[in-house]
């Protein structure tokens, strides 16, 4: 079968020049913003067996996470299934003329020759680096088999309070969590204890179930849990750390709410707040590593939360083919 070339998106000229992928991402996520959307916010198609279709590597079946699951779930396709050019080729497909493809990024270990150029004998940092992937509607040739898809119909109230209480109650090493205070939501780092308005005092459930998780994701922050720093001391609001930390918390209650099959689009207590996202907005546009960051750290903490284990940085797939 004959192929066409390489898409313009993965060729190298000779014109390449390093490119700076913290900005590149950062911009991606501003931009989404400024426009009045948050890109960790989202409700995902769910399957026919049940489960929550979120984007994955169509050939490997491998989901993507960390800021990964932020930039390719904020692509305006119908089905989030990606392949990488190589992978179109090793399917007998071809790439559509003209297709562009979405970057993705990962960690990979310095070479001992890297380090040597920078003056070092030897290495073990991390440097980030990135691919390009295509959603299979830009793909042709391939009879793609993808799962039936049902109706999406928000949970009933009792059944999203239930979802939220069963990832609450199943945490490993939870804080405390109390129902005294009706009028706040809150993390205490120092009794480590989380309170909560009950369900039926807020606006919706799912309100409910999305600030609950946003809580529970500040107390991974714990010492006796994944220690970060920007828990262990207070933060004035606007301030990087608080931002961070803010950020993680939110972009890791919709990671909690997505494999619980909540619709985060039904919360709206966060996404009223103008301060939360002026500040957000300026933190990132100081800071091009911040959201990667923030991601990552979200992903550990949703990880722990759920009691699974995260890898030790937010992503780290090795692609078919890296353009770095």
């Not at 396709?77 to 992978?87: D, K």
């Not at 290495?123 to 959603?135: A, I, K, M, P, T």
Request: glycine fraction near 4%.
């Amino acid at each position: 079968m004959k192929t066409r070339s390489n898409p313009k998106s993965t060729a190298v000229s000779a014109n390449w020049k390093p490119v700076d992928i913290y900005q590149r991402v950062t911009d991606l996520i501003v931009k989404r913003m400024e426009e009045g959307f948050f890109p960790w916010r989202k409700t995902w198609l769910v399957t026919e067996d049940g489960s929550v279709e979120l984007p994955r590597n169509y050939l490997t079946g491998r989901v993507y996470s960390g800021i990964n699951l932020m930039l390719l779930g904020s692509l305006p396709y119908a089905r989030p299934y990606y392949l990488t050019f190589n992978q179109v080729k090793q399917l007998g497909g071809t790439v559509r003329k003209n297709a562009s493809g979405a970057m993705v990024v990962f960690w990979k270990v310095e070479t001992e020759e890297e380090a040597t150029k920078r003056g070092e004998p030897t290495s073990r940092r991390f440097l980030l680096r990135y691919y390009y992937v295509f959603n299979i509607t830009d793909v042709e040739d391939i009879d793609f088999k993808l799962p039936v898809l049902t109706p999406v119909v928000p949970k009933p109230t009792d059944e999203t309070v239930t979802s939220c209480r069963a990832i609450m109650d199943a945490m490993p090493n939870p804080p405390a969590i109390h129902y005294r205070n009706t009028n706040r939501a809150f993390y205490n780092a120092k009794r480590d204890m989380i309170n909560m308005p009950k369900p039926e005092n807020f606006e919706t459930s799912a309100n409910f179930a999305v600030i609950a998780f946003h809580e529970l994701i500040h107390s991974t922050g714990h010492a006796s849990r994944l220690n970060r720093p920007e828990l262990a001391k207070p933060n004035k609001f606007g301030s990087r750390n608080y931002a961070k930390e803010e950020l993680t918390a939110e972009i890791g209650a919709c990671y909690l709410a997505a494999v619980s099959g909540i619709d985060v689009t039904q919360a709206t207590i966060l996404d009223n707040s103008v301060g939360y996202l002026q500040n957000w907005l300026q933190a990132l546009k100081n800071d091009k590593t911040l959201i990667i960051k923030a991601a990552g750290l979200a992903q550990k903490a949703a990880d722990y939360v759920l009691g699974a284990t995260s890898a030790e940085l937010p992503e780290l797939e090795e692609p078919a083919v890296a353009t770095c």
